[in-house]
């Protein structure tokens, strides 16, 4: 259980860092069982890149469909110009998600065992619902920015009650791209909202037009086996990775049952 300290902590700075929550043994099993999805899967013809650049982010129907499904991404620069790889598959997958909580025995096995539903509960969640995870991999030299943002910008409920639970699998660091935010910055509005669009795609809903303030970011340098607490509206950020070292991390989202879950919510799942 999380003690009085840390819960005040969440409330004032927006995220909570927790050493050694995620044992050596559990950390294998994710990063085993990622290898395996890996070398099962079969690519589509056309593969869907994910970055959360605004312009660009996937917003195909492989990527619309994942919210119960397991789904492989890829690295925008693991993919030429004509589509084919340019590293080895086990290197040029960006992130998988969004329901191997749900459907992969081994993600089920540790995700049931760190017993997270009664945590974000003691951060004020009334009915958790785990809605979406992700392995992100971070792959050497190539894993790519994720650019400042808000998660409730993607995983919305009114009123907003998104909570995201990031365990890093391999020690994040300055060079490998560990997490970034900014320390207090939950208290900032929610910049803009991320749906589905009438025509079958999808678009930001702008809700707050002020700047991001201009505060230097605080680098989350973790060991292998730490839990970081994000606020649904902490803005975080983490650069490229520029060393020949992976950065990977499981990260699951919890929203609360009783907030409204908007039918134009990008994200559906049949597992409610
Ligand atoms: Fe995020």
């Known amino acids: 259980m999380f003690t009085e ?17 995620i044992n050596a043994n559990q950390r294998k099993l994710l990063i085993d069982r990622a290898s395996y999805l890996i070398e099962m899967f079969q690519p589509p013809s056309k593969r869907t890149i994910f970055t959360t650049d605004e312009q ?5 129907d492989y990527f619309l469909g994942s919210g119960d499904q397991i789904r492989f991404f ?11 790889l340019t590293v080895p598959i086990q290197i040029a997958i960006n992130k998988i998600g969004h329901a191997q909580h749900i459907l992969d025995p081994v993600y089920k096995k540790v995700v049931d065992e760190l017993k ?10 009334q009915k958790p ?37 990031w365990f ?50 605080d680098m989350f340098e973790v060991e292998a086996g730490t839990l970081i607490v994000l606020h649904g509206q902490l803005p975080h950020y983490s650069a490229a990775n520029s060393s020949s070292k992976s950065r990977q991390a499981f990260a699951l989202h919890f929203v609360d049952r009783n907030c409204h879950y908007p039918e134009d919510n990008w994200l559906h799942s049949n597992y409610k």
Not at 74 to 79: M, R, T
Not at 116 to 125: D, F, T
Not at 194 to 213: A, N
Request: include cysteine; charge should be negative; charged fraction near 25%.
């Open 74 to 84: 890829f690295e925008e620069k693991a993919i030429d110009q004509d589509g084919s």
């Open 5 to 21: 300290n840390q819960i005040q902590s969440f409330n004032k700075n927006g995220y909570l860092v927790v050493d050694n929550f």
């Open 56 to 60: 660009e982010r996937a917003s195909d």
């Open 129 to 165: 619902r785990a809605l979406q995870s992700m392995h992100i991999f971070k792959q050497p030299g190539i894993g790519g920015e994720v650019g400042l943002h808000q998660d409730s910008t993607f995983l919305y409920t009114e009123p907003m009650s998104c909570i995201g639970f």
């Open 168 to 217: 890093a699998l391999e020690q994040a660091n300055r060079e490998n791209g560990c997490l970034q935010a900014i320390t207090g910055g939950h208290k900032i509005p929610l910049k803009k909202r991320f749906r589905l669009s009438s025509d079958g795609g999808t678009e930001f809903d702008i809700l707050d037009h002020e700047p991001w303030p201009e505060k230097p970011l």
């Open 116 to 125: 997270l539903p009664k945590l974000v509960k003691q951060l004020g969640m």
